[in-house]
């Protein structure tokens, strides 16, 4: 069995856990399969915010090793995967001084740089931001974001160059196994391929293969979305991202126009059977299938913030499935009960952010070392007692996105 590595997903994930494993002189062994083009899943629709500003250690080390993955690819590999160091503002309320002074804290214990910023100064950096709509704010240099199709393609080109091999037009029915041990998959059309070991990376699909060997998975997908304006030259290239604290938004520079996401009071949840091979015209709530209601409920707030938002039309609106975990950690790690078998899912709206940690982190488990982050809050093996197609639980990870801090 020379393949005997089968990577079930060609999102981010699964490109930079191949890209990960040919870094570790692995990549003949290593098969990825999708049945839709690589990264034409949640990883196209991303806004591609890369962010290590947190305060869970595990995150924070996931999001430099994909920070450091970014500076291989671009200096080595010669990639351009459309990173744009920019920075990120948090800005916000009074109410914000502790937890923003703990961010600092944290961050700069953990040798991120991080500095009050005055209020002129972030003015002059962002001119687009109402200087009454917040009291306080801190700016990190080292934040960025990417094309996140592009770092997807690049991990996937340097993955092929080290070996690995790709087979797109490949539906996996099931993952297969045997006296406790993985034994590889089987394909929608009957095909076997063997496998001594599978990572199901299959994204927002990845509970319809799991919950059949006994891993159902605390996830589930809920519509992410964010909008674009017109284009204006207030937002020049070089504008910070900005969080919006109290009011659970953000936004970013997107090629002369601004970029700006909210954290929806209730937003939409799919049932995962329900979502379709092809996200292409996918609707999550047909009664909203645009978003307008959620963006009606943010606009008073968003345009405190932004007041050209009253002014400016929307050129256009991108939507798609994160899974997200009620516990707000991804799902990452081996299966307790069947050898072989691994998960690199549940990113709650970070995945191109922990790409090449989680990369670097299936590599280790698949060498059998000690990884180099804490993956104990990580294990996909956390919640077995529940069904993660019910309506309830569906609900819970709604709100989870709901409730989760920007950041
Ligand atoms: C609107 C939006 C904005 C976002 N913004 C950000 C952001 O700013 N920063 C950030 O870090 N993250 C962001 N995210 C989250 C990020 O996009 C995801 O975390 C990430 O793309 C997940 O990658 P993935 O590889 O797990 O899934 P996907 O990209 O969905 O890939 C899964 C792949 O598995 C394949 N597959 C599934 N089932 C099968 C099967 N049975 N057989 C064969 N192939 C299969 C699919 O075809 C697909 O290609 C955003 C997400 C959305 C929707």
């Known amino acids: 069995m020379k393949r005997d590595i089968l990577i079930v997903g060609c999102g981010i994930f699964g490109a930079a856990i191949a890209w990960a494993l040919g870094r570790r002189g692995l990549g003949h062994r290593v098969l990825i399969v999708d ?24 995150l924070q080390a996931l999001a430099a090793e994909t920070l450091s993955a ?61 200087p009454d709509a917040f009291d306080i704010a801190a700016f990190f240099p080292d934040e960025c974001f990417v094309d996140p199709y592009l770092l997807a393609s690049a991990y996937l080109r340097g993955a092929l160059q080290m070996s690995a091999k790709l087979r797109l037009d490949t539906r996996v029915a099931h993952i297969t196994h ?35 060997l006994g891993l159902p998975l605390p996830m589930a997908p809920v519509r992410s979305q964010y909008w674009i304006t017109e284009r204006v030259p207030e937002f020049s290239p070089g504008t910070p991202i900005v969080f919006m604290t109290d009011i659970r ?12 996401g909210i954290r929806e009071n209730a937003p939409a949840v799919a049932a995962p059977r329900e979502l379709p091979e092809n996200l292409q015209g996918f609707v999550f709530d047909a009664a909203d299938p645009d978003g307008w209601g959620n963006l009606a409920e943010a606009f008073e707030p968003l345009s405190r913030y932004f007041p050209a938002i009253e002014r400016l039309g929307i050129a256009h609106y991108i939507t798609g499935p ?24 549940g990113c709650n709206g970070s995945g191109i952010t922990y790409s090449a940690g989680v990369g670097r982190l299936i590599t280790e488990l ?42």
């Open 366 to 407: 698949i060498c059998g070392e000690s990884p180099f982050v804490d993956a104990s809050r990580l294990d996909p093996s956390r919640a077995l007692q529940i069904d993660p197609f019910s309506p309830t639980f569906l609900q819970t990870c709604a709100h989870a996105r709901a409730t989760k801090s920007t950041g």
């Open 70 to 130: 970014i500076a291989v690819l671009e200096a080595r590999f010669g990639e351009d995967v459309g990173c744009r160091r920019v920075g990120a503002l948090h800005v916000g309320s009074l109410a914000q001084q502790e937890p923003l002074a703990h961010m600092l804290t944290v961050c700069t214990e953990a040798g991120i740089r991080g500095q009050w910023q005055e209020k002129a100064q972030v003015l002059s950096q962002s001119p687009w931001l109402n």
């Open 322 to 345: 994160s899974t997200y975990t009620p516990d707000g950690q991804p799902i990452v790690g081996a299966s307790a009960a069947v050898a072989g078998l691994l998960v690199a899912t």
């Open 35 to 58: 049945r839709q083009t690589p990264a034409g899943g949640a990883t196209s629709r991303a806004a591609g915010l890369v962010t290590q500003v947190r305060t869970d250690p595990a």
């Open 178 to 212: 045997q006296a406790g041990a993985v034994t590889g998959v089987a394909l929608e059309d009957g095909t076997a391929l063997p496998a001594r070991i599978v990572v199901n990376a299959a994204g927002a699909w990845s509970n319809l293969l799991s919950v059949e």
């Open 249 to 260: 938004a953000y936004a970013r520079p997107e090629v002369g126009a601004l970029l700006f």
